[in-house]
């Protein structure tokens, strides 16, 4: 890991609002994130967590009904809020690229895969076509694939992997300095979700390229990232380097998460459920939205009044836990 | 007393594809001489990746496809021998939990419509009233309390872990003895899979209902069949099998293996240290075509000539059963290498 920690994209305080018919949810809450140069950032968080409206707030593409009411989102040091469209196109795919959830069904079904490269090389900036087949080619061996059987496939000549590892060469067609990719290997099967990551863990030793993934299973996380963010109905809870997160949580909804997780090598008996279910986003506990949930809290450790900031307790490993200390492992 | 199901060469053939203008309907062979047998409340995992023919297998078992070969006896007899009083013994006796559980509700009828209908169907309740009150034991039986809150809503109104227990509910309202769970946590959040497989668990020792588990994650099949069994699949043939315990400390076929290896380990120290995939290469075979002799041989990085030729039977080998010519000649397993 490098010790120059430079964030190259920053949110600072987002919130991202969605009106619906009678109410208002808050999909993210107040959320602050540096993402550092040159590192694999995982971003952990069940359904509703908010990592995926998070993710969207960065690339200023939060679909209405939602708004991104407050906060800023810094590349570099410039408000990707207030990019113009031109800014935008420029900014998208080209400095930051996104691998979007269910990529595979983001392949245009009716054109090969050969045009969908040169769309997305034509979409921001003239390139001549040989150049950019001949890049398309050098990514697809990249990712593992036969270059020109896969050009001339439509996507459903190709399987799940096949699709998803496209994807990957596709987002990597302008060299972006950052990949944001969404639950990259949930549809996945096992062993090609083992694939998809040694090639992005390559990806990112061989070209240097920073990336965050989100995703709802922190067990994939483990062996790749070099830190965790973990989000918990709509805020960030902890925030750490991957030793941190995994052996010295500091968030009991972290250590519930980690202990939930069914896995080959632990004791099976040590395994325990996180009682209850995330809060109704429409509807939240008005003091710390995991109390309900928590062991802490319901042993008498907490009053669970407060909503909890995320401050630094340690060098670099954040909590909104006030009650870190008792967490244990 | 015969076994309370027993897989007896079991073969599932698609036809399909062929068309006005094409000729020659291709075949696809998804499941391919399966035999398995299941006792009286055991758990028994059925482990594959996508195209295994895991599915189609619960399928089978249910009833809702007819093998095109080979036999499914419950109880001792022929599932398609059966015929009125013991038909409707079969059918009630072997119940079904689906993976997608929004899809497996009718989202236009209540729950008490949708769980109402089965047990009167049965007879089980003989009114509405006595339907209802017997819904409310499963609903509370299931963690969904209190049940008068559940049964007026449409399926919409739940979480995805509160209709997976209903669709459990829903399984042992007909007070089977067997439960097919086809991927029943995969889209359930993380932190209540494990609430749900303890459920259940909880069903298996207090019922004594057998459980056939089928999924792709070899981590959650080892939590709910701990005490029970594994079948490990690959392109429509059982390749390893036996005692859960057992295959997991001593996994022979390298199928096995490469599964293995590929399972995310949420120990970042363990799994920095975990050695790359032992596979030739990423894709599965064709169904419609798969390859002679042993299936797994075009990925196999230990496969030799005999592979290419000869399909290896499933046979004993370190106390279970494993269907691989080398298996006593392949390295051992071992976690992580020394490092």
Same mark, same amino acid.
């Given at each position: 890991m490098d010790n120059t920690k430079e964030p190259i994209m920053q949110a600072r305080n987002v919130t991202v609002d969605?009106?619906?018919?009678?109410?208002?949810?808050?999909?993210?809450?107040?959320?602050?994130?540096?993402?550092?140069?040159?590192?694999?950032?995982?971003?952990?968080g069940e359904s509703g967590s908010g990592k995926s409206t998070l993710a969207s707030a960065m690339l200023n593409v939060v679909s209405v009904p939602g708004r991104i009411s407050a906060g800023q989102v810094l590349f570099k040091g410039q408000n990707v809020l207030t990019f113009s469209e031109e800014d935008l196109r420029d900014f998208r795919w080209r400095e930051v690229a996104?691998?979007?959830?269910?990529?595979?069904?983001?392949?245009?079904?009716?054109?090969?895969?050969?045009?969908?490269? =040169?769309?997305?090389?034509?979409?921001?900036?003239?390139?001549?076509?040989?150049?950019?087949?001949?890049?398309?080619?050098?990514?697809?061996?990249?990712?593992?694939?036969?270059?020109?059987?896969?050009?001339?496939?439509?996507?459903?000549?190709? +399987?799940?992997?096949?699709?998803?590892?496209?994807?990957?060469? =596709?987002?990597?067609?302008?060299?972006?300095?950052?990949?944001?990719?969404?639950?990259?290997?949930?549809?996945?099967?096992?062993?090609?979700?083992?694939?998809?990551?040694?090639?992005m863990r390559k990806a990112h030793d061989d070209l240097g390229i920073t990336m965050v993934f989100l995703t709802h299973d922190v067990c994939i996380m483990a062996k790749i990232a070099d830190r965790i963010a973990v989000m918990y109905a709509g805020q960030m809870v902890e925030l750490g380097s991957v030793d941190d997160i995994f052996y010295r949580p500091f968030h009991a909804y972290t250590r519930g998460l980690i202990n939930a997780a069914p896995s080959l090598t632990d004791d099976v008996r040590l395994r325990r459920a996180i009682p209850g +279910?995330?809060?109704?986003?429409?509807?939240?506990?008005a003091g710390c939205r995991f109390a309900p949930r928590c062991r802490i809290y319901a042993e008498g450790g907490c009053p669970g009044d407060e909503k909890g900031e995320l401050m630094e307790v340690e060098r670099g490993h954040y909590t909104a836990c006030y009650q870190w200390k008792k967490v244990g492992r | 007393m015969p076994p309370l199901l027993e897989l007896d060469h079991l073969e599932?053939?698609?036809?399909?594809?062929?068309? $006005?203008?094409?000729?020659?309907?291709?075949?696809?062979?998804?499941?391919?001489?399966?035999? $398995?047998?299941?006792e009286q409340?055991?758990? $028994?995992?059925?482990?594959?990746?996508?195209?295994?023919?895991?599915?189609?297998?619960?399928?089978?078992?249910?009833g809702l496809y007819k093998p095109t070969g080979g036999r499914i006896l419950y109880k001792g007899a022929d599932i398609h021998t059966l015929k009125g009083e013991a038909f409707a013994t079969y059918r009630k006796g072997v119940q079904m939990v689906h993976q997608d559980s929004y899809a497996a509700l009718n989202p236009a009828r209540t729950i008490f419509q949708s769980l109402g209908d089965p047990i009167l169907h049965y007879r089980l309740a003989r009114n509405p009233g006595q339907a209802r009150e017997r819904l409310a034991e499963l609903l509370t039986l299931v963690g969904l309390a209190p049940p008068q809150q559940f049964l007026d809503k449409y399926p919409h109104q739940l979480s995805g872990g509160q209709r997976?227990?209903?669709?459990?509910?829903?399984?042992?309202?007909?007070?089977?003895?067997?439960?097919?769970?086809?991927?029943?946590?995969?889209?359930?959040?993380?932190?209540?899979?494990?609430?749900?497989?303890?459920?259940?668990?909880?069903?298996?020792?207090?019922?004594n209902i057998a459980f056939i588990y089928i999924t792709h994650d070899l981590a959650t099949a080892r939590y709910i069949a701990s005490h029970g069994r594994i079948a490990v699949m690959y392109p429509g043939k059982v390749v390893e099998t036996g005692n859960l315990s057992q295959v997991?400390?001593?996994?022979?076929?390298?199928? $096995?293996q490469a599964l293995l290896a590929a399972v995310p380990i949420p120990d970042p120290r363990v799994a920095r240290h975990m050695r790359e995939l032992p596979l030739k290469s990423l894709e599965m075979p064709d169904p419609a075509n798969p390859p002679p002799g042993c299936r797994f041989h075009p990925?196999?990085?230990?496969?030799?000539?005999?592979?290419?030729?000869?399909?290896?039977?499933?046979?004993?080998?370190?106390?279970?059963?494993?269907?691989?010519?080398?298996?006593?000649?392949?390295?051992?397993w071992e976690w992580a290498p020394q490092s």
């Open positions: 969605f009106r619906l018919p009678s109410r208002m949810l808050r999909a993210v809450d107040d959320v602050s994130l540096d993402v550092q140069r040159g590192e694999i950032l995982g971003v952990v996104m691998v979007f959830q269910a990529a595979q069904n983001s392949l245009n079904p009716v054109l090969k895969i050969r045009e969908q490269f =040169l769309d997305t090389a034509s979409a921001h900036g003239n390139r001549p076509k040989d150049q950019v087949l001949s890049k398309a080619r050098e990514l697809l061996r990249y990712v593992r694939l036969e270059p020109d059987q896969v050009l001339d496939s439509y996507p459903h000549q190709l +399987s799940g992997g096949m699709k998803q590892r496209t994807i990957m060469a =596709l987002s990597l067609l302008l060299d972006p300095e950052i990949l944001i990719l969404d639950e990259p290997t949930t549809a996945l099967d096992v062993i090609t979700q083992a694939y998809v990551m040694n090639i +279910s995330p809060p109704d986003l429409t509807d939240l506990p | 599932m053939v698609f036809r399909g594809g062929g068309g $006005l203008l094409r000729r020659g309907a291709r075949r696809v062979g998804a499941v391919a001489g399966v035999s $398995l047998q299941l409340g055991e758990i $028994l995992a059925v482990v594959g990746e996508s195209g295994c023919g895991k599915t189609t297998v619960g399928k089978m078992i249910t997976q227990r209903l669709l459990l509910a829903r399984a042992l309202s007909l007070h089977p003895d067997l439960i097919v769970a086809d991927e029943p946590v995969s889209m359930v959040d993380v932190s209540l899979r494990i609430s749900l497989l303890d459920l259940m668990g909880e069903m298996n020792r207090r019922f997991m400390a001593t996994p022979r076929h390298p199928y $096995l990925r196999c990085p230990f496969a030799e000539t005999v592979c290419e030729h000869d399909e290896p039977p499933l046979r004993a080998s370190d106390g279970h059963l494993v269907a691989c010519h080398l298996a006593e000649r392949i390295p051992r």
